[in-house]
């Protein structure tokens, strides 16, 4: 962001001094600002970006592995190797780790092996496959994640990607089964359909937040229901949805024109989807960093107050908001139908992606980059996790615990630098402080 | 939508925009115009024949009191009149400078429902008594939930984990009501579980000083990815030891339960039911009119003045924020042992969330946030009833009919809500 922006901003700022307070209070909320100033104001996130910022690398490594070490536990509690080992414990101790050893260390090669590289496969091309698994299940993760990051960005809580999802996926199926057009032509159609729809229903928030002051988090859970059974109606009514000559509550399948071509031929699952991924997370980058009207974002987000006295129009910018939001959540839907389940969807077709996005968002600070690479890993465990599931009979859900606690150890350093035993950031001048009190109190005693 | 209109007898200029400035809202006689529009189109044009009859008394009540029949057509051309006149009168209240009082709106309200059912009901018979007593069982987890709500925000902790702690509920106590064959003790589980869902809540938001929306949403992932993970590899081998809870009984209170509609409604239900009045009454008194109450909001309100006279800030939130995941853990134990027995993976299906709502709805008051949540809960028993006895309407609309109305109540009635003002800020001492 750059001073040169700032009178672009404030047209009818009646306060010269705000946009200058409002910029002082922007800039250390910057990505990798150096030194957080100390007394930035309590807004949504900057307490947990500070502590992001002021930690580093090692805190995001140690808090996988704690992860991990926590998983473990759970896999060895459960194992029934290790329970029937555990039984005769006291005789003969060693075939409890035995147990334990094979089933923990069984997990994680599986999800190694089901979402990096598989070792077990005799060529390059067939071994990295698992990769660009992680990579397929990674794109509507990082898409419907931009989304959800720049709702927080502007201060609003987007938990509606469920009903977005399933909006944007139903209006990107029906342009892709019932229309009949060349193969380009098709695919941008059905996307633009699915972005487009995804973003309206994700508008009528912002509308409804900026008209009326209806919060946005009833808002989006309601609107996530009315979506479901809409969709669930549309799929079960003929003519509407549902496949010609069916009683299923399912659409017909996506014509070829409409579907992402291949990346890397059809060996691979993984499409264009994901170019697309990268290019939203480019477009969210420049939006939020580069743009006027990213800052206004920023601005409202921070503290819409003096958004409002420095002549932003908040409530446009809600309701702008919401549908670029919303349409990024729709790309993950468009991307579902398109890529993802081309054989005709039902009424789950948005595969608790509008959750996960949420915490996609979290673990990558709302930052575009940080989306980006929070939905790869996410997409990798879930790759990985389906692999576990099938070889080690371990069941999926382990995923969903894995996801929570990194997201959960990444945001409290404090916590992982005790279990390590790290030194804090702080405990430089904490040292000095008390050396001063107890120097104090030589001095009273004597 | 609102005009601003200033008092000429203001004393002093300052204290005129503050005193004397009557904001005009049009917002309620609109929602109140939209529906009384819609429902002479579909009640008085689309009207359908035949009579509609309420079902009043069950077998066991004191004195029999005889089905109520009414006409179809012709009350649904009387009752969408009244509503337009309801709100033409609302909107003349509005242009005198008057508000809408919330009876009018009730009222209206009420009438809504009375022309729907009837309409919905052509030819067939309603059983009023059947429809409440299942609403008012739908909405006992919500109510528990909303009340962890209330506590947890008026502490000034966003309690987005509902959902978690009614999960967690629900899987601790159909452990250990199937361990110990014992529902009580799985009740007193379920609480125990709703609270350690909160001590996280409440460890990383106070003590570590994470964002507390991020907690609540992780920590909601984390209980259904914990409670699925178990299912699957503890519960459902081992189904019949683990997973094979008691359920709780009706409990009729003698003389009360023979009262006609009331009786059978409030009184001839489960324990977990009779909690919830309890539970709800103490909330609210304890919440205004006790000394525990007033340190918790002020917690919530102003933690620095609160820190100012005493109160220790960060003890008071974490204790009351543990309690509100107990009150709403023990919501979740009415999905297992208050209704179906056994626990599935992710039974709560977004009732944590819906709760949430239902706070938001009832403005982080005890009361309202309880009556929010008996409106979902009779939305949706609403369904299933009108679905057993054949509606007009297809299911998923009616399914839909409690988020649409939440939408409009949320847009057009309630506006903007305001939460207590240091609701989801941590509080350092400095």
């Not at chain 1, 968002?361 to 939905?375: E, H, T, Y």
Request: include cysteine.
């Amino acid at each position: 962001m750059t001073d040169s922006q700032i009178p672009s901003t404030g047209e009818v700022s009646t306060n010269a001094q705000l946009p200058e307070a409002l910029d002082a209070d922007q800039i250390p909320a910057e990505e990798a600002a150096p030194t957080p100033a100390p007394d930035e104001p309590q807004s949504r996130f900057s307490g947990v970006l500070r502590e992001i910022a002021s930690g580093n690398a090692l805190i995001s490594v140690l808090a996988v592995v704690l992860a991990l070490v926590a998983g473990a536990i759970l896999i060895a509690l459960t194992d029934p190797g290790v329970r029937a080992a555990s039984g005769y414990f006291l005789s003969r101790p060693a075939d409890t780790f035995q147990a334990i050893w094979n089933a923990v260390s069984g997990a994680y090669v599986a999800l190694f092996q089901g979402s990096i590289y598989n070792f077990g496969r005799p060529t390059f091309a067939a071994g990295i496959k698992p990769l660009t698994e992680s990579l397929t299940f990674a794109t509507p993760l990082i898409a419907a994640g931009l989304g959800v990051a720049v709702a927080f960005r502007v201060g609003l809580f987007n938990i509606g990607g469920q009903g977005q999802i399933l909006i944007a996926a139903a209006c990107a199926g029906w342009v892709g089964f019932s229309f009949n057009l060349p193969f380009p032509l098709h695919l941008i159609v059905a996307l633009i359909a699915g972005t487009v729809g995804g973003a309206l229903w994700g508008g009528i928030v912002g509308l409804l937040r900026a008209r009326t002051g209806a919060h946005e988090v009833i808002v989006t859970i309601m609107l996530n229901y009315v979506a479901l059974y809409l969709i669930s109606f549309m799929l079960r009514t003929p003519g509407l949805l549902q496949a010609k000559g069916s009683n299923n509550p399912k659409s017909p399948p996506t014509r070829d024109s409409a579907i992402f071509p291949h990346l890397f031929g059809p060996t691979y699952n993984l499409s264009i989807g994901f170019i697309l991924a990268i290019l939203a997370t480019i477009y969210v980058w420049y939006l939020l960093n580069r743009s006027g009207l990213g800052f206004k974002f920023r601005a409202v987000g921070e503290n819409p107050s003096a958004a409002r006295v420095a002549g932003i129009n908040v409530k446009n910018i809600y309701v702008i908001a919401m549908l670029v939001s919303a349409g990024l959540v729709g790309l993950a839907g468009a991307n579902q139908v398109q890529a993802s389940i081309t054989t005709g969807f039902g009424s789950g077709i948005d595969a608790g992606i509008g959750f996960d996005a949420i915490t996609v968002a979290l673990l990558g600070r709302s930052r575009p980059w940080g989306v980006f690479f929070a939905g790869i890993l996410f997409g990798a465990l879930k790759a990985g996790g389906f692999t576990m599931q099938a070889s080690q009979n371990i069941p999926i859900e382990i995923v969903l615990v894995l996801q929570s606690l990194i997201v959960l150890f990444i945001a409290a350093p404090p916590l992982v630098r005790a279990v390590f035993r790290l030194p804090s950031p702080s405990s430089g001048p904490r040292r000095r402080k008390l050396a001063e009190i107890t120097g104090t109190k030589a001095v009273v005693t004597k | 939508m609102s005009t601003v209109t200033g008092d000429a007898l203001a004393k002093t200029p300052s204290r005129a925009i503050a005193a004397t400035t009557v904001v005009k809202s049009w917002k309620s006689p609109i929602a109140l115009g939209i529906f009384a529009v819609l429902s002479i189109v579909l009640f008085g044009f689309y009207g359908r024949a035949g009579t509609s009859r309420f079902g009043i008394s069950t077998t066991t009540d004191f004195f029999q009191i005889p089905a109520v029949a009414v006409p179809t057509r012709a009350t649904g051309i009387v009752i969408p009149i009244v509503l337009a006149v309801i709100a033409l009168y609302a909107a003349w209240l509005v242009y005198r400078g008057h508000k809408v009082r919330v009876w009018l709106i009730a009222l209206f309200a009420i009438l809504v429902l009375i022309v729907f059912l009837t309409w919905a009901s052509a030819g067939q018979t309603i059983p009023v008594p059947g429809l409440l007593v299942g609403a008012v069982g739908l909405s006992v987890p919500l109510i528990f939930g909303a009340l962890g709500g209330v506590i947890s925000e008026r502490v000034g902790v966003v309690n987005v984990a509902i959902e978690g702690q009614l999960l967690g509920g629900a899987f601790v106590s159909a452990l250990i009501a199937s361990v110990t064959h014992s529902a009580i003790l799985g009740l007193i589980g379920a609480a125990v579980a709703g609270m350690l869902v909160s001590f996280v809540l409440a460890a990383f938001s106070i003590k570590y000083i994470v964002d507390q929306v991020i907690v609540g949403v992780v920590l909601n992932v984390l209980v259904t990815g914990l409670t699925s993970f178990l299912y699957s590899t503890v519960l459902s081998p081992n189904n019949e030891t683990l997973n094979n809870p008691p359920r709780f009984d009706r409990l009729p209170i003698p003389g009360l339960s023979e009262i006609p509609i009331i009786g059978p409604v409030l009184f001839r239900q489960t324990i977990i039911v009779y909690c919830v009045y309890v539970a709800v009454a103490v909330v609210w008194y304890c919440l205004f009119h006790t000394r525990w109450g007033l340190r918790l909001r002020s917690s919530g309100e102003h933690p620095q003045a609160a820190d100012t006279v005493g109160i220790n800030v960060n003890r008071t939130r974490f204790w009351n924020v543990s309690l509100a995941g107990a009150i709403a853990g023990f919501g979740g134990a009415y999905f297992t042992l208050g209704s179906v027995g056994g626990f599935t993976k992710e039974m709560t299906a977004g009732a944590g969330f819906i709760a949430l709502a239902a706070v938001i709805f009832g403005r982080w008051d005890p009361l309202k946030a309880t009556l929010a949540a008996l409106l979902f809960g009779f939305a949706t028993n609403l369904q299933s009833v009108l679905s057993t006895i054949g509606s007009p309407v297809p299911s998923e609309f009616m399914l839909m009919l409690p988020y649409i109305v939440t939408i409009f109540a949320v847009a057009g009635l309630v506006g903007q809500s305001k939460p207590p003002a240091a609701s989801g800020r941590p509080y350092i001492k400095s």
